[in-house]
T-cell receptor, first 117, second 113 residues
Protein backbone atom coordinates (compact mmCIF):
# COMPACT_ATOMS: atom_id res chain seq x y z
CA UNK A 1 0.00 0.00 0.00
CA UNK A 2 0.87 3.67 -0.09
CA UNK A 3 3.59 4.71 2.33
CA UNK A 4 4.66 8.15 3.48
CA UNK A 5 8.06 8.34 5.12
CA UNK A 6 8.43 11.22 7.57
CA UNK A 7 11.77 12.29 9.01
CA UNK A 8 13.03 12.92 11.53
CA UNK A 9 10.81 11.06 13.97
CA UNK A 10 11.98 13.32 16.75
CA UNK A 11 14.18 16.37 17.01
CA UNK A 12 15.40 18.64 19.77
CA UNK A 13 16.59 22.10 18.78
CA UNK A 14 17.64 25.28 20.46
CA UNK A 15 15.37 28.28 20.58
CA UNK A 16 15.94 30.54 17.58
CA UNK A 17 17.11 27.83 15.20
CA UNK A 18 15.21 26.34 12.28
CA UNK A 19 14.13 22.76 11.81
CA UNK A 20 13.15 20.99 8.61
CA UNK A 21 10.75 18.06 8.52
CA UNK A 22 10.52 15.94 5.39
CA UNK A 23 7.74 13.78 4.07
CA UNK A 24 8.31 11.49 1.12
CA UNK A 25 5.75 9.39 -0.67
CA UNK A 26 7.58 6.16 -1.42
CA UNK A 27 5.44 4.40 -3.97
CA UNK A 28 2.98 6.94 -5.25
CA UNK A 29 2.77 10.53 -6.35
CA UNK A 30 1.40 12.88 -3.73
CA UNK A 31 -0.13 15.79 -5.56
CA UNK A 32 -1.53 17.18 -2.33
CA UNK A 33 0.07 17.11 1.10
CA UNK A 34 -1.54 18.19 4.34
CA UNK A 35 0.44 19.29 7.39
CA UNK A 36 -1.04 18.89 10.85
CA UNK A 37 0.00 19.86 14.31
CA UNK A 38 -1.08 17.85 17.30
CA UNK A 39 -0.88 19.06 20.87
CA UNK A 40 -0.71 16.53 23.72
CA UNK A 41 -3.98 14.69 24.14
CA UNK A 42 -5.64 16.86 21.53
CA UNK A 43 -6.84 16.49 18.02
CA UNK A 44 -5.00 17.22 14.82
CA UNK A 45 -5.07 20.82 13.72
CA UNK A 46 -4.64 21.36 10.00
CA UNK A 47 -1.89 23.88 9.40
CA UNK A 48 -1.68 24.02 5.66
CA UNK A 49 -2.32 22.28 2.39
CA UNK A 50 0.33 22.11 -0.28
CA UNK A 51 0.10 21.17 -3.91
CA UNK A 52 3.09 20.20 -5.98
CA UNK A 53 4.62 23.19 -7.68
CA UNK A 54 2.46 25.84 -6.08
CA UNK A 55 2.34 27.85 -2.90
CA UNK A 56 0.83 26.30 0.17
CA UNK A 57 -2.55 27.35 1.47
CA UNK A 58 -2.43 28.10 5.17
CA UNK A 59 -5.28 27.78 7.63
CA UNK A 60 -6.40 30.82 9.51
CA UNK A 61 -4.11 31.70 12.37
CA UNK A 62 -1.09 29.80 11.06
CA UNK A 63 1.95 31.99 10.40
CA UNK A 64 3.14 31.24 6.90
CA UNK A 65 6.49 32.96 7.47
CA UNK A 66 7.15 30.79 10.48
CA UNK A 67 6.01 27.48 9.02
CA UNK A 68 7.49 27.30 5.55
CA UNK A 69 6.12 24.57 3.35
CA UNK A 70 7.72 23.47 0.13
CA UNK A 71 6.25 20.90 -2.20
CA UNK A 72 8.75 20.95 -5.02
CA UNK A 73 8.13 17.46 -6.35
CA UNK A 74 5.40 14.88 -6.46
CA UNK A 75 7.19 12.77 -3.86
CA UNK A 76 8.60 15.30 -1.42
CA UNK A 77 7.10 17.95 0.81
CA UNK A 78 8.92 19.76 3.58
CA UNK A 79 7.89 21.83 6.58
CA UNK A 80 10.47 24.19 8.03
CA UNK A 81 9.84 25.69 11.42
CA UNK A 82 11.82 28.91 11.38
CA UNK A 83 13.20 30.64 14.45
CA UNK A 84 11.67 27.98 16.64
CA UNK A 85 10.49 28.79 20.14
CA UNK A 86 9.39 26.51 22.98
CA UNK A 87 5.74 27.10 22.11
CA UNK A 88 6.40 25.47 18.75
CA UNK A 89 7.12 22.21 20.51
CA UNK A 90 4.55 19.77 19.25
CA UNK A 91 3.90 16.64 17.21
CA UNK A 92 3.80 17.38 13.49
CA UNK A 93 2.19 14.97 11.06
CA UNK A 94 2.02 15.04 7.29
CA UNK A 95 -0.64 13.36 5.21
CA UNK A 96 -0.59 12.72 1.50
CA UNK A 97 -3.70 12.55 -0.53
CA UNK A 98 -3.39 9.57 -2.81
CA UNK A 99 -4.43 9.94 -6.38
CA UNK A 100 -7.77 8.72 -7.55
CA UNK A 101 -11.11 9.96 -8.70
CA UNK A 102 -13.93 10.11 -6.20
CA UNK A 103 -12.81 7.72 -3.52
CA UNK A 104 -9.26 8.85 -2.95
CA UNK A 105 -7.55 8.21 0.36
CA UNK A 106 -4.96 9.62 2.68
CA UNK A 107 -1.70 8.21 3.92
CA UNK A 108 -0.15 9.63 7.05
CA UNK A 109 3.46 9.93 8.01
CA UNK A 110 4.53 8.59 11.38
CA UNK A 111 4.94 12.07 12.81
CA UNK A 112 7.78 14.23 14.12
CA UNK A 113 8.11 15.12 17.77
CA UNK A 114 9.68 18.59 17.93
CA UNK A 115 11.04 19.85 21.22
CA UNK A 116 12.44 23.38 21.36
CA UNK A 117 14.65 24.11 24.35
CA UNK B 1 -18.27 25.22 9.00
CA UNK B 2 -17.94 21.47 9.06
CA UNK B 3 -17.11 19.88 12.39
CA UNK B 4 -16.81 16.56 14.18
CA UNK B 5 -17.62 15.86 17.81
CA UNK B 6 -16.50 12.76 19.67
CA UNK B 7 -17.31 11.52 23.11
CA UNK B 8 -14.87 12.56 25.77
CA UNK B 9 -12.39 10.04 27.00
CA UNK B 10 -10.61 8.28 28.32
CA UNK B 11 -12.59 5.11 27.96
CA UNK B 12 -11.38 2.27 30.14
CA UNK B 13 -12.65 -1.23 29.50
CA UNK B 14 -11.80 -4.75 30.50
CA UNK B 15 -10.70 -7.18 27.83
CA UNK B 16 -13.60 -8.69 25.86
CA UNK B 17 -15.94 -5.85 26.78
CA UNK B 18 -18.15 -4.14 24.21
CA UNK B 19 -16.93 -0.82 22.87
CA UNK B 20 -18.85 2.18 21.60
CA UNK B 21 -17.26 5.51 20.80
CA UNK B 22 -19.77 8.11 19.74
CA UNK B 23 -19.17 10.47 16.86
CA UNK B 24 -21.47 13.08 15.38
CA UNK B 25 -20.81 15.54 12.63
CA UNK B 26 -22.01 18.78 11.13
CA UNK B 27 -21.45 19.25 7.45
CA UNK B 28 -22.74 20.61 4.22
CA UNK B 29 -23.94 17.74 2.13
CA UNK B 30 -22.97 14.15 2.80
CA UNK B 31 -19.25 13.89 3.35
CA UNK B 32 -17.24 10.69 3.53
CA UNK B 33 -16.61 9.63 7.12
CA UNK B 34 -13.58 7.94 8.61
CA UNK B 35 -12.24 6.41 11.77
CA UNK B 36 -8.50 6.59 12.34
CA UNK B 37 -6.43 4.99 15.09
CA UNK B 38 -3.23 6.35 16.57
CA UNK B 39 -0.88 4.24 18.64
CA UNK B 40 1.52 5.97 21.04
CA UNK B 41 4.18 8.00 19.24
CA UNK B 42 2.90 7.10 15.80
CA UNK B 43 0.96 8.69 13.00
CA UNK B 44 -2.60 7.83 12.08
CA UNK B 45 -3.81 4.66 10.47
CA UNK B 46 -7.10 4.33 8.67
CA UNK B 47 -9.35 1.96 10.56
CA UNK B 48 -12.49 2.15 8.43
CA UNK B 49 -14.54 4.47 6.31
CA UNK B 50 -17.96 5.00 4.77
CA UNK B 51 -18.68 7.14 1.77
CA UNK B 52 -22.46 7.37 1.73
CA UNK B 53 -25.50 7.11 3.94
CA UNK B 54 -26.25 3.67 5.41
CA UNK B 55 -22.81 2.39 4.43
CA UNK B 56 -21.14 0.27 7.07
CA UNK B 57 -17.39 0.38 7.36
CA UNK B 58 -15.67 -2.51 9.06
CA UNK B 59 -12.15 -3.67 9.81
CA UNK B 60 -10.44 -5.79 12.47
CA UNK B 61 -13.73 -6.36 14.28
CA UNK B 62 -14.57 -2.65 14.39
CA UNK B 63 -17.71 -1.35 12.69
CA UNK B 64 -19.36 2.01 12.09
CA UNK B 65 -22.52 2.86 10.16
CA UNK B 66 -23.08 6.17 8.38
CA UNK B 67 -26.37 7.50 9.76
CA UNK B 68 -27.48 10.64 7.98
CA UNK B 69 -30.68 10.91 10.01
CA UNK B 70 -28.72 11.34 13.21
CA UNK B 71 -25.53 12.66 11.54
CA UNK B 72 -23.57 10.02 13.39
CA UNK B 73 -20.83 7.50 12.76
CA UNK B 74 -20.38 5.64 16.03
CA UNK B 75 -17.54 3.16 16.34
CA UNK B 76 -18.28 -0.26 17.83
CA UNK B 77 -16.46 -3.46 18.59
CA UNK B 78 -17.96 -6.49 20.21
CA UNK B 79 -14.95 -7.68 22.16
CA UNK B 80 -11.96 -5.43 22.73
CA UNK B 81 -8.41 -6.60 23.30
CA UNK B 82 -5.51 -5.04 25.15
CA UNK B 83 -3.90 -4.37 21.78
CA UNK B 84 -6.82 -2.08 20.87
CA UNK B 85 -5.59 0.47 23.40
CA UNK B 86 -4.98 3.62 21.39
CA UNK B 87 -6.48 6.99 20.49
CA UNK B 88 -9.36 6.89 18.03
CA UNK B 89 -10.26 9.80 15.78
CA UNK B 90 -13.45 10.31 13.86
CA UNK B 91 -13.09 12.47 10.76
CA UNK B 92 -14.98 13.78 7.78
CA UNK B 93 -13.74 14.79 4.38
CA UNK B 94 -14.83 18.26 3.41
CA UNK B 95 -16.69 18.31 0.12
CA UNK B 96 -14.55 20.62 -1.96
CA UNK B 97 -11.74 20.43 -4.48
CA UNK B 98 -9.10 20.01 -1.79
CA UNK B 99 -10.81 17.33 0.26
CA UNK B 100 -9.18 18.09 3.57
CA UNK B 101 -10.03 16.06 6.64
CA UNK B 102 -11.56 17.52 9.76
CA UNK B 103 -10.96 15.51 12.90
CA UNK B 104 -12.80 15.09 16.14
CA UNK B 105 -10.89 15.62 19.36
CA UNK B 106 -9.95 11.98 19.72
CA UNK B 107 -10.95 9.39 22.29
CA UNK B 108 -8.39 7.48 24.27
CA UNK B 109 -9.22 3.82 24.80
CA UNK B 110 -7.47 1.82 27.46
CA UNK B 111 -8.18 -1.89 27.66
CA UNK B 112 -7.12 -3.70 30.79
CA UNK B 113 -6.41 -7.43 30.93
Amino acid sequence: GAVVSQHPSWVICKSGTSVKIECRSLDFQATTMFWYRQFPKQSLMLMATSNEGSKATYEQGVEKDKFLINHASLTLSTLTVTSAHPEDSSFYICSARTTGTVNYGYTFGSGTRLTVV
Amino acid sequence: GDSVTQMEGPVTLSEEAFLTINCTYTATGYPSLFWYVQYPGEGLQLLLKATKADDKGSNKGFEATYRKETTSFHLEKGSVQVSDSAVYFCALRVIDLVGKLIFGQGTTLQVKP
